[in-house]
Nanobody
Framework: QVQLVESGGGSVQAGGSLRLSCAAS????????MAWFRQAPGKEREGVAG????????YYADSVKGRFTISRDNAKNTLYLQMNSLKPEDTAMYYC?????????????????????WGQGTQVTVSS
């Protein structure tokens, strides 16, 4: 079992920045696919950014490319999401997810069904 705990959410004005953190309860340093998802009220949960730990490969949704950066600190077993140039449409609950895949995430990174471990979420609110 892997427990994931997110932190770093908050309220910011448009154009501002936040950094989300996701601490894993145990070592996820090989062949894990990890990702950040978000869910706004009344909308489906969508993949925002993904990270294949085994190959240090990153994936991004088109809506956040150039603004968000996903990274990982192996020593701390912590996944990050640096969010810059935030927009009101980025307002959502953000969730961290993980799964041992044994291979690169590839096109599966943004599918909810890829992941079997989820955090409780952290709220991000961006005001105009």
């Amino acid at each position: 079992q892997v427990q994931l705990v997110e932190s770093g959410g908050g309220s910011v004005q448009a154009g501002g920045s936040l950094r989300l953190s996701c601490a894993a309860s145990r070592n996820t340093n090989s062949d894990y696919c990890m990702a950040w998802f978000r869910q706004a009220p009344g909308k489906e949960r969508e993949g925002v950014a993904g990270f294949y730990v085994g190959g240090v490969t990153t994936y991004y949704a088109d809506s956040v490319k150039g603004r968000f950066t996903i990274s990982r600190d192996n020593a701390k077993n912590t996944l990050y999401l640096q969010m810059n140039s935030l927009k009101p449409e980025d307002t959502a609950m953000y969730y961290c997810a993980a799964a041992w895949t044994g291979r690169a995430c590839g096109g599966f990174w943004s599918l909810r069904s890829t992941y079997n471990y989820w955090g409780q979420g952290t709220q991000v609110t961006v005001s105009s």
